[in-house]
């Protein structure tokens, strides 16, 4: 897993080992982030957490660390109050286009990245990422619906907790043995009970690239709305657990 603070990189390798693995990658760290990430350690003393003075814009470094080794990436933006959000979206985007010329392959690789500025939408995705966060668009929608529903608050405060449900897209395969499947979205709320989950949409594999399509997400569509599930689509549930 790979999470990147401008140059902030944390990964996590592929390989199954009995605890997780965070390699940190932070040009110049100071003492504040050494005192952080070695309390955290001992915190979590179950996960191995090492903190390496490099930067994910250097080619070189990257090429060090063998990216392709991991199974998640995920890149952070650095702090808006530091640059501007333009500027970090722009070394964001270097990242991500160093990792395509170092990754060969993207078969068993996730990766997903923040971004600050909505208006750069449209070119973050052309580098064919799995996810993204817009963090000013996420924000503005969370306090319009607070603004309207006090109540939503509740919901927000379990699925941010570190205990609480969360919000998952699980592959259609773990509620599925044969494809195509074709269900009404009813059939699907059905099978995520079953594993004691909330469905809240469906997401198309195969539109997940597309804008147009909302990267192929339809939440709370009507119960009788006809859908063909593929081996790449995916549930969008709400769940104490990844799987």
């Not at 090429?63 to 640059?83: C, F, M, N, R, W």
């Not at 500025?117 to 995705?125: A, D, G, K, L, T």
């Not at 607070?146 to 592959?171: A, W």
């Not at 119960?223 to 799987?243: G, M, N, R, Y």
């Amino acid at each position: 897993m790979l999470f990147c603070y401008l140059c902030l990189l944390v990964l996590l390798p592929l390989r199954l080992i009995k605890c997780y693995t965070f390699d940190i990658l932070f040009q110049d760290p100071n003492k504040a982030l050494c005192d952080t990430i070695n309390e955290i350690k001992e915190e979590f003393s179950d996960f191995i957490i090492s903190l390496h003075d490099s930067s994910p814009l250097d080619l070189e470094s990257l090429v060090a660390i063998h990216p392709e080794k991991y199974d998640t990436i995920v890149i952070l933006s650095q702090s808006i109050g530091e640059h501007e959000a333009d500027k970090v979206d722009s070394d964001t985007l270097i990242i991500l286009l160093l990792l395509r010329k170092v990754i060969k392959s993207y078969d068993n690789l996730h990766i997903i990245t923040q971004v600050l500025n909505s208006e750069n939408e449209e070119i973050i995705i052309q580098t064919n990422l799995d996810d993204f966060i817009i963090s000013n668009k996420l924000i503005t929608m969370i306090l319009a619906q607070l603004s309207e529903e006090k109540l939503m608050k509740t919901f927000y405060d379990d699925i941010f907790s570190e205990d609480g449900s969360e919000i998952y897209v699980k592959p259609a395969t773990l509620y599925f043995d044969t494809f195509p499947q074709e269900i009404s979205f009813a059939d699907a709320i059905f099978c995520a009970q079953q594993r004691d989950e909330i469905c809240l949409g469906i997401r198309k594999g195969d539109a997940s690239k597309s804008l147009v399509n909302n990267f192929g997400i339809t939440l709370n569509p009507a119960k009788d709305l006809k859908i063909e599930l593929q081996t790449d689509d995916f549930l969008i549930v709400l769940s104490e657990d990844e799987l």
